[in-house]
């Protein structure tokens, strides 16, 4: 039995292998003498890399084959009965079937072809278009001829070509664009079962009706249907309105006519001595005279009843030191002397208030901005730079907020130790310890401050004049624009950067330069009754009474409410966004 096991099993090898020689002498005699297989026949595939939204990867013939003839190509590709291959179901209908399998794009001839005289496009760095699927080329000069019956067949990306704009269409049954860069509106609204998912440019729809069109078009290609209001040049003029002037960089220029903006006679019941120059018996009043007036725009006259209108049913606090306190003065004048029968101030004269306007506006004493705390027995004072100013609780709902701190900090003589958390510090690097309290203030006003309702300011440094500048018997500002302070520079750049990092937003109300500028108007000797004739008998020293710190009223903090004035107005003015609206 195992005999005839071994005879079936040799008798099949033998049978397998005489098929096996019989099959291979019949292919090598078959009516073609060329072993060509289909995979022969298909081009070299060049497989698109750029990175284009909407694309996919689509193959082209190789570059390099297109300008071949037709003896070059057969002798590089041999030739086959088998059908020519086209790459992504292109279909021919004029190509010899003994030319090589291998289909040049010179060689694709189709019924409009004859009568053009376009030549086919060297593919070098080709830009490809956003359109894919069924989609007719361009008939651009720069483009190869594809007749209407031939492009229904096309599903291939079509490319854009050298200095041609991309367009955003995608997938649909879209008829060509007329030129490189633009489509007229005719063929849009002709093409009334027009679907596309993806946008349009709107210079590519011009005039024409969107809602036959089921397009999603951004907003800042839009061309605007409302007419320019002033010029043709959008952009700029956008640009323009979007930048905004910096109102505290500027010159000093004399204005009698315009300056002061009061008669403090009106308001000189509830001023304090040390803005009292006129009562103390200073006779020039050129210092009152003159006006801020910026670079490179025009800052906003200020209207007194606009501003009461501005303030209307609001709570205004000023919070800070006694130069702080002088910039309430002012304003508490400025407001008052347009309507004394509407306003009061009663005394100690921080509130100013108007029960026909529903406003008050108050001064609330805080010359460091955290806490001082004085030990009533010893008289020692302890800097706690974590721990804000205990007044803050009456800060809290106000609807226009002005801070300012910096004079107190330069003298170290005001407090004995610093403190954070828990530690005392007998001494502390100065700007390091300034640094702290504004971030202190800072977590405050991000932790407190309603920003739907409150507005918050930060006076910056006023400068002060002893040294070389010493501002006793001054009359005249400083007209050299160059001139400089340097004291209390490294404290301003500590508030400079501590603001724009605030997740509230704080208006830094910057009058360090324009204040460096006016030694002429400082209170001076005027800031005490009687100084003069103290000084002329002797008795006093102009060194020991010229207070070359605070500021008369009428005088320089006029300026700051000004200018407080001209921010309201220009944060208030609607502004054209980019689809030319106002906001």
Aim: aromatic share 10%.
């Amino acid at each position: 039995m195992s005999n005839f096991s071994t005879i079936i099993e040799r008798w099949w090898l033998v049978t397998f292998a005489s098929f096996m020689v019989i099959l291979f002498l019949f292919l090598n005699n078959g009516p073609s003498s060329t072993n060509t297989t289909v995979l022969q026949n298909l081009p070299r595939p060049l497989t698109t890399s750029i990175d284009f939204p909407n694309t996919v990867n689509v193959q082209y013939p190789n570059p390099q084959n297109f300008n071949l003839n037709s003896e070059q190509a057969t002798s590089r590709f041999p030739t086959s009965n088998l059908p020519s291959c086209i790459p992504l179901n292109l279909t021919s209908t004029n190509v010899e079937p003994e030319k090589s399998s291998q289909v040049t794009m010179s060689e694709l001839k189709f019924p409009e072809a004859e009568k053009s005289s376009t030549q086919v496009p060297q593919w070098q760095n080709p830009k490809p278009s956003y359109f894919i699927g069924n989609v007719e080329p361009e008939k651009s000069a720069q483009q190869f001829p594809v007749s209407n019956s031939e492009t229904s067949r096309l599903n291939v990306q079509v490319p854009q070509w050298q200095n041609s704009k991309p367009s955003y269409s995608s997938t649909g049954n879209v008829e060509p664009e007329k030129s490189a860069q633009q489509v007229p509106v005719s063929n849009w609204e002709s093409s009334r079962s027009l679907t596309l998912n993806n946008q349009i440019p709107r210079t590519e729809l011009q005039n024409s009706d969107p809602s036959r069109l089921n397009v999603q078009v951004p907003k800042t290609k839009l061309q605007s249907s409302e007419p320019s209001i002033e010029g043709d040049n959008v952009e700029e003029e956008i640009a323009m309105e979007e930048t905004k002037c910096d109102i505290f960089d500027g010159k000093w220029v004399y204005d009698p006519q315009t300056s002061p903006m009061y008669d403090p006679t009106i308001c000189d019941s509830f001023l304090s001595d040390t803005v009292s120059c006129r009562r103390h018996g200073r006779s020039d009043r050129e210092y009152e005279k003159w006006r801020w007036e910026a670079k490179d725009c025009k800052i906003p006259r200020f209207n007194v009843h606009d501003m009461l209108e501005r303030l209307r049913g609001k709570r205004v606090i000023l919070v800070g030191d006694s130069i702080n306190h002088s910039q309430w003065e002012s304003l508490a004048c400025l407001l008052y002397s347009s309507i004394p029968n509407q306003s009061s101030v009663p005394r100690p004269g921080w509130t100013f208030k108007s029960e026909a306007y529903d406003l008050s506006v108050e001064f609330h004493w805080s010359n460091f901005l955290v806490e001082l705390e004085v030990n009533r027995t010893t008289g020692k004072s302890i800097l706690k730079l974590d721990r804000v100013s205990p007044g803050a609780r009456k800060w809290v709902g106000a609807d226009i907020m002005v801070f300012n701190t910096g004079h107190w900090w330069a003298n170290r003589k005001r407090w004995d130790w610093f403190q954070y958390k828990r530690k005392v510090f007998e001494d502390m690097k100065l700007e390091t310890a300034f640094r702290v309290a504004m971030k202190t203030w800072a977590r405050w006003i991000e932790t407190n401050v309603d920003t739907s309702k409150t507005i918050v300011f930060f006076r910056g440094f006023s400068a002060f004049h002893f040294g070389k500048h010493w501002c006793y018997r001054e009359t005249m500002p400083i007209m050299d624009e160059s001139y400089e302070l340097k004291f209390g520079k490294s404290l301003k750049e500590i508030v400079e950067r501590t603001i724009p990092a605030m997740k509230t937003p704080v208006k830094y109300l910057n009058i360090t330069k324009l204040t460096q500028y006016r030694v002429d108007a400082h209170s001076s000797i005027y800031k005490t009754p009687n100084a003069k004739q103290l000084i002329a008998s002797g008795r006093e020293k102009p060194q020991m009474l010229a207070d070359c710190s605070h500021w008369c009223v009428p005088g320089v903090p006029d300026t700051w409410n000004h200018l407080l004035y001209a921010s309201m107005v220009l944060d208030s003015r609607p502004r054209r966004t980019a689809s030319h609206k106002l906001i």
